[in-house]
């Protein structure tokens, strides 16, 4: 037995290849990955920083606390995925969908989401600052306490999103759709709403008088 327990011991400390692996894509950060085929898949706290995901699909994916810092997302699915607290500074997310996705607390700074789908994203208290969302579709997101200082949501459509307590200072929501959204609370200085539309809209600023 005493001949049998050391070769036991080296067989379980050799690293499992699986384990890092789904499909052909190697778990890790600066992965190459476009177009792969992660759906579902259980990627808690996974380092995938500098990774190229682009048209990957992650929809359903786990990505609570993953780290996707200045990754190229372009075109992913993230539709009904969870990437709570999970932090995608300066990622290239433009034409991502994250519809139906779980964004609380996460963190978009200075992230590229022009053109994304976030229809019925929940992204409470999640960080945006500085985020570009160009014509971003953001119908009935859940905004709530999220902070978009600076923020570029020019031509977004925010109908019915809930944007109560959300920091907005210096944000361009220029040509924007507000209809039905919520602002109650939100901080609005030096915010731009110049030919947004903001009928229904609770706490947006009065359309200036022509």
């Given at each position: 037995m005493r001949f049998l327990l050391p070769t036991l011991l080296a067989i379980c400390a050799v690293?499992?290849?699986?384990?890092?692996t789904i499909g052909?894509?190697?778990?890790?950060?600066?992965?190459?990955c476009v177009s792969a085929n992660l759906r579902g898949a259980a990627l808690p706290k996974a380092n995938l920083a500098i990774s190229d995901l682009s048209r990957a699909d992650l929809s359903g994916a786990d990505l609570t606390e993953a780290r996707l810092d200045r990754a190229?997302?372009?075109?992913a699915n993230?539709?009904?995925?969870?990437?709570?607290?999970?932090?995608?500074?300066?990622?290239?997310?433009?034409?991502?969908?994250?519809?139906?996705?779980?964004?609380?607390?996460a963190n978009f700074s200075a992230a590229d989401l022009q053109g994304a789908s976030l229809g019925e994203a929940d992204l409470s208290n999640a960080v945006l600052n500085g985020t570009s969302l160009r014509y971003?579709?953001?119908?009935?997101?859940?905004?709530?306490?999220?902070?978009?200082?600076g923020a570029d949501l020019t031509g977004a459509d925010l109908r019915g999103a809930d944007l109560e307590?959300?920091?907005?200072r210096g944000a361009r929501?220029?040509?924007?759709?507000?209809?039905?959204?919520?602002?109650t609370g939100a901080k609005l200085e030096k915010a731009t709403f110049r030919g947004a539309t903001v009928q229904g809209c609770t706490g947006c600023p009065k359309p200036a008088a022509p």
């Open positions: 690293p499992v290849a699986d384990a890092q052909r894509c190697q778990i890790r950060s600066g992965t190459q190229k997302l372009g075109q993230f539709q009904r995925a969870n990437l709570t607290q999970a932090s995608l500074e300066r990622a290239r997310m433009r034409g991502a969908n994250l519809t139906g996705a779980t964004l609380v607390r971003a579709r953001m119908q009935s997101a859940k905004l709530r306490g999220a902070s978009l200082e307590g959300a920091d907005l929501l220029e040509k924007a759709n507000l209809q039905g959204a919520d602002l």
